[in-house]
């Protein structure tokens, strides 16, 4: 399932000053976004988006990228705030998943029916009282013998553990709003530590497993998680 999935990093220099490049109805929901980072972090996670969309996922490589619309659906419902792509007011008939983390924006891609999940973080200490509210007792145990083996990186399975969440919590389509701690994610141990690695996430009220792939570098750690098709 992989095998199918495109995926970009883009910073934030990398995006345009101006707002040419947006749709209609981006530049109207970005002029309702008051904080300067909110805003730049929302236009690196569209410029990542459509950069991937353009250039990797088939449509036109000279697609005018304000035909593409990268929209937040299901107000109100499971799906609320879950992005969508949409080419010239149609669907792009694709599944796309947008994270950003310390000026730096991750994107994928993967074929409509599946369900896609990604994040990034920057590679930071997470608190003891952190992982405890946040994670499972099988989580923090597995954090703690995976950084007795290397305790240099520490804090990259701490984040590891934490994006892995927040990647199948995207795949679900409900984010945050679920409780963290009702997705387990077990790390296999670093067989690449300088290129992809397993892990898995399970659900425990659905009962859906999602594979994962991660990998590490410049500072930050980036995970994917791929389910079978939306139920």
Do not use: Y
Request: charged share 25%.
């Amino acid at each position: 399932m992989f095998d199918s999935i495109r995926f970009l990093t883009q910073n934030l220099a990398d995006v345009p000053g101006g707002d040419g490049w947006l749709g209609v109805g981006e530049r109207e929901f970005l002029a309702g976004l008051r904080f300067p980072k909110r805003r730049d972090d929302w236009r690196l996670g569209r410029w990542t988006a459509k950069m991937l969309l353009r250039g990797r996922w088939g449509l036109p490589p000279d697609a005018a990228l304000d035909q593409i619309e990268i929209c937040a659906v299901g107000e109100g419902a499971a799906g609320a705030g879950a992005p969508e792509a949409f080419f010239q007011g149609g669907p792009a008939g694709v599944s796309i998943s947008i994270s950003h983390a310390g000026g730096r924006g991750f994107c994928c891609a993967a074929p409509d029916a599946v369900a896609l999940g990604c994040d990034i973080e920057a590679v930071a200490p997470r608190s003891d009282a952190m992982v405890a509210d946040f994670f499972t007792p099988a989580e923090v145990e597995a954090i703690g013998r995976l950084a007795a083996a290397a305790p240099e990186r520490e804090a990259l399975v701490a984040n590891l553990v934490w994006s892995a969440k927040e990647s199948v919590l995207k795949a679900l389509r409900e984010g945050l709003r679920r409780d963290t701690r009702s997705v387990v994610v077990e790390v296999e141990p670093f067989a690449r530590p300088d290129g992809w690695n397993r892990w898995r996430g399970h659900c425990l009220q659905t009962g859906r497993i999602f594979p994962g792939v991660w990998t590490s570098g410049d500072g930050f750690v980036q995970t994917i998680a791929c389910g079978e098709a939306r139920p």
